[in-house]
C-alpha cells in the first residue's frame, strides 16, 4: 500500500493522480463532538479492509438531525482534528465543497471525481439498523462497497434489518472482508470488533461538548 501525506483535501484534486487506486474508507456523520468510537472504527478500517486512508466526511447539516444543538462546522472540524494524530485520517469538508446534503450525492459526486479510486462507505450497525430512512438509501448500496462496524445493542437488529435482508445474497464473508475494498457494488461486509460505548449525545449530555 501507498502511504498518503494527509493535506487539505480539496473537491477540485479529486481527479488527480494522487488518488489513482488509493483503497478509502468513507465516514460520514456530524461529528458533534468526534470521539474515540469514530477513531476505533477508522483503525479497525484500515486494519482488516486493508484500506489507504479513511476520510471523515464531516457534514455541514445532517438532514435526518436538528439543527439546534449543532455546533458549527468550523468548529466540529476543528475538534474532530484535534482527536486523531494518525497521517491517514483525513478529516474533511468535503460535502461543504460538494454541496451535497445526501450521502447518496455525495458518493455519486466522490466516484465521478475519482473514478479510479476505491471507495467503501464506513458505518456502524446503528445505521444500518436506519438506513432505509436515508434518501434512495439502495443507491447507496449500489454505488460502493459497505464495511459495517460492529455497535453494543445493535448488532443483532442490524444484521436481521432489511436492508440486510435485501443485499443478503451480497454480504462478504469475515474471512474476505480485506478484500471488500476490491468488490464491486453492491457488496458489504459485517466487521466484528470491540465495542465502544462512547457516543456524542452522551459526551453532549455529560458537558464535554459545548454547543
Request: aromatic share 8%; hydrophobic share 45%.
Amino acid at each position: 500500500m501507498t502511504q498518503i501525506r494527509p493535506n487539505n483535501l480539496s473537491a477540485q484534486a479529486l481527479s488527480s493522480r494522487q488518488w489513482h487506486g488509493q483503497r478509502i474508507g468513507l465516514l460520514g456523520g456530524s461529528f458533534n463532538p468526534a470521539h474515540d468510537g469514530h477513531l476505533d472504527i477508522s483503525r479497525a478500517a484500515l486494519s482488516r479492509l486493508d484500506l489507504d486512508a479513511v476520510w471523515w466526511l464531516v457534514s455541514p447539516q445532517n438532514p435526518l438531525k436538528p439543527t439546534a444543538g449543532m455546533a458549527s462546522l468550523e468548529d466540529r472540524l476543528a475538534q474532530a482534528k484535534s482527536i486523531t494524530s494518525d497521517r491517514r485520517i483525513w478529516v474533511t469538508d468535503i460535502e461543504r465543497q460538494l454541496d451535497t446534503r445526501y450521502t447518496a450525492d455525495t458518493l455519486a459526486s466522490l466516484t465521478g471525481r475519482a473514478p479510479s479510486a476505491r471507495f467503501v462507505w464506513l458505518m456502524g450497525a446503528d445505521n444500518l439498523m436506519q438506513i432505509t430512512k436515508w434518501r434512495q438509501w439502495t443507491r447507496i448500496f449500489e454505488t460502493v462497497p459497505i464495511g459495517v462496524f460492529a455497535r453494543h445493542t445493535y448488532d443483532r437488529g442490524a444484521l436481521a434489518g432489511l436492508a440486510a435482508a435485501r443485499y443478503r445474497a451480497h454480504r462478504l464473508p469475515a474471512r474476505h472482508i480485506n478484500h471488500l475494498a476490491d468488490c464491486a457494488a453492491p457488496a458489504w461486509g459485517f466487521i466484528a470488533i470491540r465495542h465502544n460505548l462512547t457516543s456524542s449525545t452522551a459526551l453532549r449530555a455529560a458537558g464535554e461538548w459545548k454547543t
